[in-house]
């Protein structure tokens, strides 16, 4: 693809397919694609996926984009969702999907930081934007732009395709009472909170979700985050851990993805490649609102039946974390002026979120509950 059609096809996925959503400009974008409007075509596509399948939320999630586009298309194009492991590895499917093995993969920027430390942007930031803050940074502040701009180079286009709000810290078999001890620690945590451990003293390892009880349960690793109750007690996390601690300061809105091989979505119709792209939106708000609504039973059930003790990491602790994770971003973006340009990007878009967060959304919370004020 020459370098004027390839801008002109990155600004057709940005803010052009944002415009037709509302405005139906499908001509102008069939004609930056080079594609018909529609055809009588069918596809049968793969999803490969770093998740168990059908696994609550994440796989689920999968699910839910593929019988998403086969209905929104009605049936023109089909996707057979694999689960780790089942045509690929999990920690594989970015090759897969660049190599064209399969035409879609569902996953999280983060497990991708070998092939550019910056895709951690595109996931989450330690202290760094939540849920609403990144979509709104992805959709309306020009993130959605870099992260194709990213993943260009490897034949992808990516998508938001769900978010899982606030994690939780993690699960271990000691207390947390200083950085200290976190010193020695084998913890299963990916990204750049994986890197802030290490700075701590800890070895950051990371294990396929699928085999995160197990390896928890043999000592193989020490201690784990995974995502939140809901995905915890499916795991039955609290089995194999003692403590539960809160919150996930190194995941704090984390952004799931699909990207599609760019030969594949360049290949479809100008209307089914705007279905792709509505769809992974709609799935991307999906996931988290499913988060939302099944966070709550999920820590009842471990609190209440699981008798699961829960824990706040202690304030000196959680600063102490803020410092190195600026540390660690500072070494990302220390190296890589593309990783610079993100990392503005997104620190120019949280600093004004900030501003106005603090007069709403903390605000709000901190009046809300007279019993539970923060
Ligand atoms: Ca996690």
Redesign the pocket.
Known sequence: MGNLKRRKFLQYLGTGAAGCMVGGCQEESATQTAQPLTSNETFEWKMVTTWPKNFPGLGTGAEFLAKTIQEMSNGRIKIKVYGAGEIVPAFEIFDAVTAGTAEMGHGSAYYWKGKNAAFQFFSTVPFGMTVNEMNAWLYHGGGMELWQEAYAPFGLVPMAAGNTGV?MGGWFNKEINSLSDLDGLKMRI?GLGGEVLRLAGGTPVNVPGGDLFVSLQNGVIDAT???GPYNDLAFGLHKAARYYYSP?WH?PG?TLECFVNQEAFETLPADLQQIVLVAARVANQDMMLEYVARNNDALEALVDEHKVDVRRFPNDVIEKLRELSEQVVAQVVGDDPFARKIYDSYQRFLSKSKAWYNLSERAYLNLRDRDNPL
């Open positions: 994690q990916p985050e995974w995502v996930g995941e984390t």
